[in-house]
């Protein structure tokens, strides 16, 4: 609430050197009314919910950027992830494209996910990993 009242008053102490033309008599009333209105009980509340709001958004949007959940079921899963996304959105159809098929050339029976998270794909991750590595591609 003081917060609030002292920007309002900063905002009428600025005021007070204008001509009265430029600044009425009904406008500095005003300006009065929002003066007290923010230093009101409702005011402070209001502000304190839309504040408490805003920072409740702000820590989820952090904690969603802070949190990379990585699970990997060996070493060669997490290369191949690693190369699926770091092309960012931009890339990611072309390099999933070309790990579907180089994981269709290698006989694995296990879909994308599976290779990465099931620890029953691993030699299909390993045979993954050497056919793109043969095929030039520095994982």
Known sequence: ??????????????????????????????????????????????????????????????????IEFRYAADANSDLLRDYLLAGGLKELEQRRTRLEAIRKKVGCPYDLTAIFNNTNALGCTKSTVTEERSEGLSL
């Open 1 to 66: 609430m003081q917060a609030s009242r002292a920007a309002v008053g900063a905002s009428i102490l600025k005021k007070l050197n204008i001509s009265v033309i430029d600044y009425p008599l009904s406008i500095a009333k005003s300006d009065l009314e929002d003066y007290y209105r923010a230093g009101t009980l409702g005011t402070g509340l209001q502000k304190a919910a839309t504040d408490a709001g805003q920072s409740a958004s702000l820590a989820e949007a952090d904690k969603s950027t802070a």
